[in-house]
């Protein structure tokens, strides 16, 4: 149980396009979602913290207009990557944090989506 | 602000050896301290998730111990193969439902 699918798994876009990547608790309800970002042989950087039917609380440096996030329900959520630039290239990864299981709280990862803009 | 750390950056064994890999965070009042592997271009994996009260635990060759006082957590890999070649991060939550805060990761490389 608690698996976590991201889709797309691969993204190629155009320069100043945007691109919705969508993370799905597959059979749980996760109460917060969180989105990472990952660059080459570097660690997870958070970008937001999104619990369901209310606003996404971004990290320093994190532009919300750019990087806007919906959790509608607690088994979706998105992220829109608006006027996506070559810098954004990058692994999005999410992650669903659940009361189900042996611990309280444990976040399960889903497997990733690599974007890149050309 | 939390910061982890994880020594070493990279490591090469030979197939068969024991090892340790290293992981410190500042602040000691954590919730619970998570072990997870990535292989390249691929999600992570949960190995040992260890709770605040607890010292260690143990999955088949994986044991991590934590001691919080310290501020130190260590995952010892026992009888090491080529398979367990991938990036081990290890991450600390300070509070229940919040975010976690990863280390920089140990890439390890087994020999065969």
């Known amino acids: 149980g608690a698996v976590v699918s991201q889709h797309p798994s691969r993204v190629i876009c155009k320069s100043g396009t945007s691109v919705k990547i969508e993370c799905r608790s597959l059979d749980f309800q996760a109460t917060t979602m969180f989105w990472y970002r990952q660059f080459p042989k570097q660690s997870l950087m958070l970008m937001a913290t999104s619990n369901e039917g209310s606003k996404a609380t971004y990290e320093q440096g994190v532009e919300k207009d750019k990087f806007l996030i919906n959790h509608a329900s607690l088994t979706l959520s998105t992220l829109t990557v608006t006027s996506a630039h070559p810098e954004d290239s990058s692994f999005y990864i999410c992650s669903a944090s659940t009361l189900r299981g042996n611990y309280s709280y444990e976040q399960y990862f889903g497997p990733g989506t690599r974007l890149t803009v050309t | 602000k939390q910061e982890v750390t994880q020594i070493p950056a990279a490591l090469s064994v030979p197939e068969g050896e024991n090892l340790v890999l290293n992981c410190s965070f500042t602040d000691s009042a954590i919730y619970n301290l998570q072990w997870f592997r990535q292989d390249p271009g691929k999600g992570l994996t949960s190995l040992l998730l260890i709770q605040s009260s607890q010292r260690e635990q143990t999955s088949g060759r994986l044991n991590a111990s934590l001691d919080k006082s310290s501020g130190r957590s260590t995952l010892y890999i026992a009888a090491s193969q080529p398979g367990d070649s991938a990036t081990y991060l290890c991450?600390?939550?300070?509070?229940?439902?919040?975010?976690?805060?990863f280390g920089g990761g140990t890439r390890l490389m087994v020999k065969p």
């Open positions: 991450a600390v939550i300070l509070r229940a439902g919040n975010m976690l805060t």
